[in-house]
């Protein structure tokens, strides 16, 4: 997760990439992760990515930092532990969001944005990539959130909330199309959002703000949901409720402790390593920790 008022000033320099064109839905067949086998592995977040707000946070681009201790670096050093060659590629990109309409929504409330998921990460895929996690959402839902407290939603919040949310969610698809024309046999494990609206970063805040932050969050998690008919395994975060736990999160209240992230690595490992994950739950208390507006 990256609160989208935390950016740090990256400078990138890339080598040029042929353009990205939409691809198959799903991969032919999903790529091997198994114990003792090779794993390209691809992490594709914002802050979450380097493990912002933990005890030990990686620089970008850094493809070191074997003692990092957020949720990919546990990953990446939990499949070597079990015998597998693991090569790693980190395009997270601290401030970053999913897709350019996001992008637009920020410039209007006066917020300085790095860059988008959609646009910037999958020209660098490395076309062997075997697995790729996903983390997108928590800048996005600031973003919106911060256009209504703006007054960008007018007399129709609800509204406003959910054209965003639908335009998201068709990005997103977007987005993992663009993945899978660049890498077609990977494996795609995307994380779900929690209910921000408990998180500790909102808890001075109305009830009505938390409200509107709770309508967002539900929304963005159910459009990755939704993506599990695309062959994507999700990583249902919404409903675990240990998550929104108050030892989950950093000093900052918005970007997970050592506590979350490695719950993070927990939850999403069997996906990561084998291909297997519940479905996300449809319901569940943790969708209404305040009153729905």
């Given at each position: 997760?990256?609160?989208?008022?935390?950016?740090?000033?990256?400078?990138?320099?890339?080598?040029?990439?042929?353009?990205?064109?939409?691809?198959?839905?799903?991969?032919?067949?999903?790529?091997?992760?198994?114990?003792?086998?090779?794993?390209?592995?691809?992490?594709?977040?914002?802050?979450?990515?380097?493990?912002?707000?933990?005890?030990?946070?990686?620089?970008?681009?850094?493809?070191?930092?074997?003692?990092?201790?957020?949720?990919?670096?546990?990953?990446?050093?939990?499949?070597?532990?079990?015998?597998?060659?693991?090569?790693?590629?980190?395009?997270?990109?601290?401030?970053?969001?999913?897709?350019?309409?996001?992008?637009?929504?920020?410039?209007?409330?006066?917020?300085?944005?790095?860059?988008?998921?959609?646009?910037?990460?999958?020209?660098?895929?490395?076309?062997?990539?075997?697995?790729?996690?996903?983390?997108?959402?928590?800048?996005?839902?600031?973003?919106?959130?911060?256009?209504?407290?703006?007054?960008?939603?007018?007399?129709?919040?609800?509204?406003?909330?959910?054209?965003?949310?639908?335009?998201?969610?068709?990005?997103?698809?977007?987005?993992?199309?663009?993945?899978?024309?660049?890498?077609?046999?990977?494996?795609?494990?995307?994380?779900?959002?929690?209910?921000?609206?408990?998180a500790p970063y909102l808890a001075g805040r109305s009830t009505i703000e938390r409200s509107?932050?709770?309508?967002?969050?539900?929304?963005?998690?159910?459009?990755?949901?939704?993506?599990?008919?695309?062959?994507?395994?999700?990583?249902?975060?919404?409903?675990?409720?240990?998550?929104?736990?108050?030892?989950?999160?950093?000093?900052?209240?918005?970007?997970?402790?050592?506590?979350?992230?490695?719950?993070?690595?927990?939850?999403?490992?069997?996906?990561?390593?084998?291909?297997?994950?519940?479905?996300?739950?449809?319901?569940?208390?943790?969708?209404?920790?305040?009153?729905?507006?």
């Open positions: 997760m990256l609160r989208s008022r935390c950016l740090l000033t990256i400078v990138v320099a890339l080598a040029a990439s042929a353009a990205c064109s939409r691809g198959p839905e799903s991969p032919t067949s999903p790529s091997p992760g198994g114990t003792g086998s090779a794993i390209s592995y691809t992490v594709l977040g914002a802050s979450d990515g380097i493990g912002y707000g933990s005890s030990i946070v990686c620089a970008p681009f850094d493809l070191g930092c074997e003692n990092g201790t957020g949720y990919a670096q546990t990953l990446r050093r939990r499949l070597a532990a079990n015998g597998s060659a693991v090569s790693y590629v980190n395009l997270s990109v601290p401030g970053a969001v999913l897709s350019p309409a996001i992008l637009d929504l920020a410039t209007q409330i006066g917020r300085d944005v790095p860059g988008n998921f959609l646009e910037r990460y999958p020209p660098f895929v490395p076309p062997g990539t075997t697995i790729v996690t996903i983390f997108a959402g928590g800048n996005d839902a600031n973003i919106i959130g911060g256009a209504v407290s703006a007054g960008l939603g007018g007399g129709d919040v609800r509204g406003f909330i959910d054209h965003h949310v639908r335009q998201w969610g068709n990005d997103f698809v977007e987005f993992a199309s663009r993945i899978r024309a660049r890498a077609p046999n990977t494996r795609i494990v995307a994380y779900n959002l929690p209910n921000l609206a408990g509107v932050m709770q309508r967002i969050a539900t929304g963005l998690s159910d459009q990755v949901n939704a993506m599990t008919s695309r062959n994507v395994l999700v990583v249902d975060l919404m409903c675990d409720p240990r998550i929104v736990q108050p030892s989950s999160f950093s000093a900052d209240g918005f970007h997970p402790s050592d506590a979350g992230y490695a719950l993070m690595a927990e939850l999403a490992y069997p996906a990561v390593v084998n291909g297997t994950a519940s479905l996300p739950a449809p319901s569940c208390p943790a969708r209404t920790i305040v009153p729905v507006f």
